[in-house]
Nanobody
Framework: QVQLVENGGGLVQAGGSLRLSCAVS????????MAWFRQAPGKERESVAT????????SYADSVQHRFTIFGDWPKNTIYLQMNRLKPEDTAVYYC?????????WGQGTQVSVSS
């Protein structure tokens, strides 16, 4: 059974930093595309950053490019999202995603709130 457990959310002032983590069990994180999504109140869930260990690639939404970094600690089967220079518009619930066997697996989400 695949389980994704996020941690690291919280309240931070604009310009601050947070690091989110996503611990994966039931699958090897390095074998599948993984991503961070976020969903703000009243908005659709959107992709923030993706990582593919096998292809050695990462990608970012334009809104977070050069501020956020996605990376993995593959022996720990964990991925991270380092978020710098946070803005109030980054406020959302952040979700970890793993896509495997034609299905999407999600964590429970972690709240990130950025005050102005």
């Amino acid at each position: 059974q695949v389980q994704l457990v996020e941690n690291g959310g919280g309240l931070v002032q604009a310009g601050g930093s947070l690091r989110l983590s996503c611990a994966v069990s039931g699958r090897s994180a390095s074998s599948y595309p993984m991503a961070w999504f976020r969903q703000a109140p009243g908005k659709e869930r959107e992709s923030v950053a993706t990582i593919n260990y096998g292809a050695a690639t990462t990608s970012y939404a334009d809104s977070v490019q050069h501020r956020f970094t996605i990376f993995g600690d593959w022996p720990k089967n964990t991925i991270y999202l380092q978020m710098n220079r946070l803005k109030p518009e980054d406020t959302a619930v952040y979700y970890c995603n793993l896509r495997a066997d034609g299905a999407n697996f999600w964590g429970q989400g972690t709240q990130v709130s950025v005050s102005s």
